[in-house]
């Protein structure tokens, strides 16, 4: 165990950490793997032990990888729609690109940013506003935001989780990173039910619209019946 620590603590502490780090990040935004947040995690709960990696080389790594990535997807949305690949034409991905969608066309902004905090979600999201033509100058200072917290986010869980394990930061990772993807599954399906929750709310409104126009045509109806006939 000593041995594994005095590893990633080597590790930890190499330059070279943060260009495959950053590529992390980068292919994280279109082609998601291992959800990135993962690493930001476990090395914020490493650096509270040893001081490595630098927290604000780490943050800035995470963001540009982050928002470069996110970028890409939208970009590949753009040019190449979401079908060209046979992984996207699979009934769940389709299915995640429907409602990716959907979304978009009700609430833009507030998808785009949560979407950040949803692993497998944000691809969908970044895919899908390339293909629909969302503006991309609105969409990239929504994701820069949500960038923003979203690193914010991880290192501060990280660095919470980190603290419960003092001598051992190898443990102090572990239990980071497995804190962290418990917290990001209740995230995930709480951003998800919050979604839901406001669509049927726009399908009770749009129930209700239509339900008003009926009754205001039987109304109309009512009132021409009660004209009598000029001829």
């Not at 990135?36 to 780490?58: D, K, R, Y």
Request: charged share 15%.
């Amino acid at each position: 165990m000593d041995f594994l620590n005095q590893m990633l603590e080597h590790a930890a502490g190499q330059p070279w950490v943060y260009p495959v780090l950053l590529v992390f990040f980068f292919i994280d935004g279109f082609a998601t793997i291992l959800p990135s947040e993962t690493a930001i995690v476990g090395l914020s709960a490493l650096s509270l032990h040893t001081g490595q990696p630098n927290l604000w080389i780490l943050g800035v790594t995470a963001l540009i990888g982050a928002m470069a990535g996110d970028n890409m997807a939208y970009l590949l949305g753009r040019k190449i729609g979401l079908d060209r690949w046979k992984w996207m034409r699979r009934p769940k991905v389709k299915k995640m690109f429907a409602w990716a969608q959907y979304e978009l066309d009700k609430r833009g902004a507030v998808l785009i940013f949560t979407a950040r905090y949803i692993p497998w979600g944000r691809v969908a999201v970044n895919y899908v506003a390339g293909q629909t033509g969302f503006r991309h100058r609105t969409f990239f200072w929504l994701d820069a935001f949500a960038c923003v917290t979203w690193v914010g986010y991880s290192i501060g869980v990280g660095l919470l989780a980190g603290q419960w394990v003092h001598h051992n930061p190898l443990l102090g990772v572990g239990i980071a990173v497995a804190f962290a993807v418990l917290l990001g599954f209740v995230v995930d399906h709480a951003l998800r039910w919050w979604h839901k929750y406001l669509e049927k709310k726009d399908e009770a409104k749009a129930a209700a619209a239509e339900a008003a126009v009926v009754e205001a045509a039987a109304q109309d109806a009512k009132e021409a019946a009660r004209i009598p006939d000029a001829g």
